[in-house]
């Protein structure tokens, strides 16, 4: 279309000028992984800080890639009003949903999977398998996040971070049993 501008990179040519649905986010997420001349320079592991890199944000969607080892966790946290979609392309990854008195829900996408997810949505993700690699597509683009913290008591409470800060447990003790569990 002679009206698109600026011109977008390969891989984000085909995209709509709107905020895009959790399905439209999954296909996204679906076709980058088909394509890992996109993301594979940026592919790198640590321990000690998630490693992640922006593949594109526009003021409709962003994308990300991040890698995973068994040691990297986001902690609780959910995505403001964006929603979300996750596809694995290396390894595995965990996802956990909080259940109020009861354990999370966990669930483990492995390569070639994906999911999406409305901004309803709450979630902890862990590297399952040394080497995980997965993209994530939100839109609208992540500003801000919440990102949840567990007292010794039980009681969760929201922090609102900024996107571009790491994501990872907020100074959680164990919870009692019975209460919300941390994953793994
Ligand atoms: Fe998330």
New binding site residues.
Partial sequence: MSSESPSRPAGFEGLPRRTLGRQELRALVDRLAERPELWREHVAFSDDRRHYASLYRDEHVDVWLLCWTPRND?GW???DVSS?AVRVVAGAVEENNPRIGGDPVRTVVSAGASFCFGPDHI?R?TGVEEGSVTI?AYSPPLVR?GQYSVDESGVMRRTVVDYTEE?RPQDEVPAPQGALAAAS
């Fill in positions: 986001t946290h959910d995505h979300g979630h993700m994530h996040m994501l």
